[in-house]
């Protein structure tokens, strides 16, 4: 069956460091890969979406890469602030394309410490 | 994006009875997503629901035990029947833009079975 691993439970980053975040998956050939952001009590909020055909993908300090070989993503948040400070979750679309929902990982809880 | 709300924001129920979660979208949507997230889980997709068909189930969930409607464009709802302890969880609602899947949820609903 599909499944989606991110890596550790909980990440503590110094604050200005660059914190990494892993996404593996397994049984699965996704047409893209998404990344989402959670806060305590709150609704997942997207942050990126990267294709299959795309190794990179920026936005601000963010940045996402994508190896379909390895079938892996890392999501990195540079120069890191305490504000960063949440659950990041990866999420992969069910059937390779199209609109029916997405599978999501456990997620990584991500602390930057001041 | 979409300004999602959800209705209510928490509930305590006892075991056996129903809770009925509404899901209001400020625009018109096709899809509507019902998601549930366990404690320290990750989400998982209950149903999809259309506007004037009979929402689609994923693996593991049936519409006796979550009934949804979605009457029109903008509004759905998801029922979570005879409830039990197991059923403690976050329910989200979210909707998608273009052909990506990207999602947008509501705040969810935090519910609390004794």
């Known amino acids: 069956s599909q499944k989606i691993e991110q890596n550790s439970e909980a990440l503590n980053i110094q604050e200005g460091k660059t914190a990494t975040l892993t996404c593996n998956y397994t049984n699965y050939s996704p047409a893209y890969l998404q990344w989402y952001r959670q806060d305590p009590g709150r609704g997942p909020v997207f942050l990126l979406l990267i294709r299959e055909n795309e190794k990179e993908k920026r936005k601000e300090r963010l940045k996402v890469t994508f190896d379909t070989t390895l079938k892996q993503s890392l999501f990195h948040i540079t120069a890191s602030q305490p504000a960063d400070s949440a659950t990041y979750l990866c999420?992969?679309?069910?059937?390779?394309?199209?609109?029916?929902?997405?599978?999501f990982g456990k997620g990584t809880h991500l602390i930057i410490q001041p | 994006s979409a300004v999602i709300s959800q209705k209510p924001s928490r509930d305590i129920c006892q075991r056996g009875t129903s809770l009925t979660i509404q899901c209001q979208v400020d625009s018109q949507v096709t899809m509507m997503f019902w998601y549930r997230q366990q404690p320290g889980q990750s989400l998982t997709l209950i149903a999809t629901a259309n506007q004037g068909s009979e929402a689609t189930y994923e693996s593991g969930f049936v519409i006796d035990k979550f009934p949804i409607s979605r009457p029109n464009l903008t509004f759905s709802t998801l029922t979570v029947s005879n409830m039990s302890p197991e059923d403690s969880s976050i329910y989200l609602c979210?909707?998608?833009?273009?052909?990506?899947?990207?999602?947008?949820f509501g705040p969810g609903t935090r519910l609390t079975v004794l």
């Open positions: 979210s909707v998608n833009r273009g052909s990506t899947d990207t999602q947008y």
């Open positions: 999420a992969l679309d069910k059937s390779g394309g199209g609109a029916d929902g997405l599978t």
